[in-house]
Nanobody, 118 residues
Framework: QVHLVESGGGLVQAGGSLRLSCAAS????????MGWFRQAPGKEREFVAS????????NYADSVKGRFTISRDSAKNTGYLQMNSLKPEDTAVYYC???????????WGQGTQVTVSS
């Protein structure tokens, strides 16, 4: 089992920045990828970004490319999502997820709220 805890959410004005953190514990040696997803009210959960735990290889949703940066510090077992130039449409609950393989996001955090005011 991998246990994930997100932090860093909050209220920010449009154009501002936030950095989300995801602290992992448990079987962290089994992690292959860490990712971020988000879910806005009335919408389905959507992929935001992912990174291989080795640090090589990142992926981003088109809607966040150039604004968000995913990273990880394997020594601290922590992943990050730096969010710049935030827009009101980025408002959502952001979830951290971890995968032991390529296809399945097996572990999820409890989520952290990000609200961007116009």
């Amino acid at each position: 089992q991998v246990h994930l805890v997100e932090s860093g959410g909050g209220l920010v004005q449009a154009g501002g920045s936030l950095r989300l953190s995801c602290a992992a514990s448990g079987r962290t040696f089994s992690m292959y990828r860490m990712g971020w997803f988000r879910q806005a009210p009335g919408k389905e959960r959507e992929f935001v970004a992912s990174v291989r735990w080795s640090g090589v290889g990142t992926n981003y949703a088109d809607s966040v490319k150039g604004r968000f940066t995913i990273s990880r510090d394997s020594a601290k077992n922590t992943g990050y999502l730096q969010m710049n130039s935030l827009k009101p449409e980025d408002t959502a609950v952001y979830y951290c997820a971890a995968a032991e393989g390529v296809a399945v996001w097996a572990y999820w955090g409890q989520g952290t709220q990000v609200t961007v005011s116009s």
